[in-house]
């Protein structure tokens, strides 16, 4: 919006191409999760125009489109968390933390939701016979991505105990 201002371009394009970014986000990882599952093209298509076009956007578009953010990074943290515990190492871990990062420090309870999908691979994972597997990429989310976030995590801290009681 700030080089959009500068650049003297009408405030309506900043916030449409905005809008459209968040969704094209969402609906390209939605299309990357399904074909990863085994689905086909059509399939994928489907479920990424379903999920891209959702009516939960509308809520959110006028004053608090920010909110979006984790509803975009979404499907691409269960595909990170998918391909963590099947096939092991860092890449994904770190690439989890980055969407993560990139997702988060708006509002933790909307974080907090839809980390709910990730730990429900973890959990999946672990009845299935992979535990083991499951827990490992666990822990290396987690020495990933908690630093990532740290920036929010401090100021939320922070917040917490020396700021407006408004609970």
């Known amino acids: 919006f700030w080089v959009f201002d500068r650049l003297g371009v009408p405030d309506w394009v900043a ?9 094209l986000a969402a609906a390209l990882g939605t299309r990357w999760l399904v074909r990863s599952l085994g689905l086909g093209r059509a399939a994928a298509l489907a479920a990424a125009l379903v999920y ?24 691409w943290m269960v595909e990170l968390t998918r391909r963590a515990v099947h096939r092991g190492g860092w890449r994904h871990p770190a690439a989890f933390a980055l969407v993560t990062f990139t997702v988060a ?15 429900a691979v973890l959990v999946a994972a672990a009845v299935r016979g992979r535990a083991g597997a499951a827990a490992g990429a666990a822990l290396r989310i987690g020495l990933l ?5 740290a920036w929010w995590l401090g100021g939320l801290s922070v917040q917490a105990t020396h700021g407006i009681d408004i609970v």
Do not use: D, M
């Not at 916030?15 to 969704?23: A, E």
């Not at 959702?54 to 499907?75: C, D, E, K, M």
């Not at 991505?145 to 976030?149: G, I, L, R």
């Open 15 to 23: 916030q449409r191409l905005w809008l459209g970014t968040l969704t």
């Open 52 to 75: 891209a076009l959702t009516p939960y956007q509308l809520a959110f578009t006028a004053r608090t489109s920010v909110l979006l953010l984790p509803w975009a990074g979404l499907p």
């Open 105 to 119: 420090g708006v509002n933790a309870p909307t974080l907090v939701l839809v980390g709910l999908a990730p730990l």
């Open 145 to 149: 991505t908690v630093p990532a976030c």
